[in-house]
């Protein structure tokens, strides 16, 4: 993949290959294995009628496959609290889609996790491992809450863009700071994300206990209820759905043709399989880095802003700690993201998916008495079976006359 | 501010410190013999919730804080013996995986809370031995023998993982694996076993620093461990691979918390700008890791799963 000026149509081939075991042998964090892309341009290697058939559901095999077995944990251990889990199951599922009220809600759960998702999509298609959802979202929601303050008259048509942009500088911010770090002095990105993260929920902290509080003798840790003007608007249809799941929408579309309709991320997809071999081809691998981070960062603070004028209480609330505010939205993104084979329009009915349960999750609660913290550890499970099958897909496809896993690369 | 700087509040601050780097030192060395083995574990905080969780449990149900502890331990061979699966056996993405063990962590041990326990009950924690006259000295008595066991155990763990890594087969078979898994693997030693069970050691300690936690605040609570074990991961780098130098780094992240919080109880700092001092150990990692991160390299082979060549 070396010239530059012929390799653009190779490049497609060679870049959303799979590219499972030369990947790992890079030496880094090797993410281009975990994409589902399914390029369908495999060599044609002989293969039975069977395995012909089954050639185009490969790339669903893993989202399914840790989809079940995160089912069968999960019934395990509602067995073993002495709960039906086919109840469970159904209490959960009928909360989180049994009604036009249960879906408004479900769909709001799942904005945060898809604009999380997208974000992460463009980091870890780069290789990136962005860690830093949770304070890109705090710095988004801070930089909206004051950008609303500060222009509380302006009108609504203006204010709502005003604020959403708002949060995505901010988080954007938050993401170029580890993303510069990692390009520029070396430092692993996982660690410094987590580090940011860590800031980011002490200033939460302070702002909303200080500079940010709500005047008066109350002292809980939140501002005052926001202007008006920024509200995100309500949907028709009489349910908690705002235009939130519209924006969510338009950034995983703008997150794909970012990704995959556009020079710049051609360029972040190749730096993120063979940063050497882009290096060598002339792109800015440094600047890719730094640019990955900060649109990811840019995502996750539209999260924090939707969080903020799309909440019922229209208020930044701090109270009970910054994952109570965050939903841990940041770590929960990363799974929807890894649900939808870490592309930008499947993570929005991925996060769909994760936002049911974490709705559904309280209606299995007060049906069969288990707390619905069940839900967190299952996505916990689901992601370890997503990265953890991935060697199995490899083997599938193979097998079913797919490209061997290093196919394309060399 | 002169409050502070007198002995009495100084010896306190310290010996508080070294008992709040207890839980970091431990995990971090366990962490430390992973990464060396050339696997990273980036799961430590949830294992350390499941480790602070079975020991609460087992010391709430047993009323004995030696169970707990090894309860702890347990907890974190099994977590061991799952991560060492999905990394060495499954070839899973390292970092991420970690996340996963993370989620499952935090909500795994809400969840037991929640339905074991419900409302936070107690329990009798660590005490601090009593070394006779050495405790009773000045000033080093309140310094260094008025700790718990645990403490004194992550402080001789210290040599005795230098010595391990440095002059033992094993240590030598666990920096092979993680440098040139390949070459080792032409020498006969078997990568994946090597790499299994520096994971579970890694485990078992991140699992009795969890344990460590619970018992010396002696209740336990959703997300008790908030970043301590992430915080252990980036000290491992602080440390660059070396078990002084993760000595070093969890005693200036214990006697920094402890600071902050003397420095809180004392009014010094006070209301909201507490938080900003809080911050402190977070800034000064980012800090460190910018100046060590060029100097000093990671063992080459982390993060690489190892497979023979067929």
Same mark, same amino acid.
């Given at each position: 993949m070396g010239v530059r000026g012929k390799a653009r149509p190779e490049f497609r081939l060679t870049t959303t290959w799979d590219a499972g075991s030369s990947n790992a042998q890079r030496g880094d964090m090797a993410l281009g294995s975990l994409t589902g892309d399914d390029d369908g341009a495999a060599p044609d290697v002989p293969a039975g009628r069977l395995a012909?058939?089954?050639?185009?559901?490969?790339?669903? @095999? $893993?989202?399914?496959f840790a989809a079940i077995a995160a089912l069968i944990v999960g019934a395990v251990m509602l067995l073993s609290f002495g709960a039906n889990p086919l109840v469970a199951y159904g209490e959960l599922v009928t909360g989180a889609f049994g009604s036009a009220d249960n879906l408004a809600d479900? @769909? $709001?759960r799942a904005m945060p996790l898809a604009l999380v998702g997208v974000g992460i999509c463009i980091a870890f298609r780069t290789d990136v491992i962005n860690i830093g959802g949770e304070g890109q979202i705090i710095l988004g929601a801070i930089a909206a809450t004051v950008t609303s303050m500060a222009f509380d008259d302006v009108p609504r048509v203006l204010l709502v863009p005003m604020v959403i942009v708002a949060g995505a500088i901010g988080g954007g911010f938050w993401g170029a700071i580890p993303g510069a770090l990692k390009a520029y002095a070396g430092v692993n990105e996982i660690l410094s994300t987590i580090m940011m993260n860590i800031v980011a929920a002490h200033l939460l902290s302070f702002l909303l206990q200080d500079l940010l509080i709500e005047p008066g003798a109350i002292k809980i840790q939140q501002t005052r209820r926001l202007s008006e003007n920024a509200d995100l608007p309500l949907l028709p249809g009489g349910t908690r759905l705002h235009i939130g799941v519209l924006i969510a929408i338009l950034v995983a579309v703008l997150g794909y043709l970012l990704l995959f309709r556009s020079a710049l991320g051609m360029r972040l997809r190749s730096v993120g399989h063979n940063p050497d071999a882009s290096q060598y081809a002339g792109m800015?691998?440094?600047?890719?880095?730094?640019?990955?981070?900060?649109?990811s960062g840019a995502c996750c603070g539209i999260a924090g802003a939707v969080l903020v004028f799309g909440s019922e209480s229209h208020r930044l609330i701090g109270e009970g700690g910054a994952a109570a505010f965050t939903q841990n939205a940041g770590f929960n993104g990363i799974v929807a993201a890894l649900f939808g084979a870490l592309h930008p329009i499947f993570t929005v009915p991925a996060s769909f998916l994760f936002g049911g349960m974490l709705t559904g999750g309280s209606d299995m609660q007060r049906a069969t008495q288990v707390p619905a913290a069940l839900v967190v550890s299952l996505n916990g499970v689901v992601v370890v079976f997503v990265v953890g099958s991935l060697r199995l897909r490899d083997r599938l496809r193979t097998w079913a006359g797919g490209i061997a896993s290093y196919g394309g690369r060399a | 501010v002169s409050d502070f700087f007198t002995v009495s509040v100084l010896v306190a601050t310290l010996a508080s410190g070294i008992r709040l780097a207890t839980p970091f030192l431990l995990a971090s060395l366990?962490?430390?013999?992973?990464?060396?083995?050339?696997?990273?574990?980036?799961?430590?905080?949830?294992?350390?919730?499941?480790?602070?969780y079975a020991a609460y449990i087992t010391a709430l149900r047993t009323g004995s804080v030696a169970a707990g502890v090894l309860a702890a331990m347990a907890a974190g061979a099994a977590m061991g013996v799952v991560y060492a699966f999905i990394t060495v056996v499954m070839h899973a993405t390292q970092g991420i995986s970690g996340i996963g063990i993370f989620l499952?962590?935090?909500g795994f041990t809400d969840l037991l809370f929640r339905q074991q326990v419900g409302t936070p009950v107690p329990i009798d924690g660590l005490r601090g031995v009593d070394l006779g006259w050495l405790s009773e000295l000045p000033v080093v008595g309140e310094l260094l023998f008025g700790h718990s066991v645990l403490t004194y155990a992550a402080f001789a763990l210290v040599p005795v993982v230098w010595f391990a890594m440095n002059r033992t087969t094993f240590g030598l078979n666990v920096r092979a694996v993680g440098e040139t898994p390949e070459a080792a693997d032409t020498l006969g030693v078997r990568v994946n076993v090597v790499r299994t069970q520096a994971i579970i050691i890694g485990n078992v300690m991140a699992g009795l620093a969890g344990g460590t936690l619970a018992l010396d605040v002696g209740i336990f609570q959703q997300n008790l461990t908030s970043g301590q074990g992430f915080i252990a991961v980036a000290l491992v780098y602080f440390g660059a691979w070396r078990s002084s130098g993760v000595m070093a780094g969890a005693l200036l992240f214990g006697v920094v918390s402890s600071t902050v919080l003397q420095l809180k109880t004392l009014g010094i700092i006070v209301g909201a700008?507490?938080?900003?001092a809080a911050m402190a150990p977070a800034i000064l990692t980012?800090?460190?890791?910018?100046?060590?991160?060029?100097?000093?390299?990671?063992?080459?082979?982390?993060?690489?799963?190892?497979?023979r060549d067929s």
């Open positions: 012909r058939l089954l050639r185009p559901f490969v790339g669903v @095999a $893993v989202p399914a479900t @769909a $709001v800015a691998v440094k600047k890719s880095i730094t640019q990955a981070l900060a649109f | 366990g962490e430390t013999i992973g990464q060396r083995s050339g696997v990273l574990n980036l799961g430590v905080e949830g294992v350390m919730l499941i480790g602070a499952f962590g935090l700008s507490s938080t900003i980012i800090v460190v890791l910018v100046l060590v991160s060029r100097r000093i390299g990671a063992p080459s082979a982390l993060t690489v799963p190892f497979e």
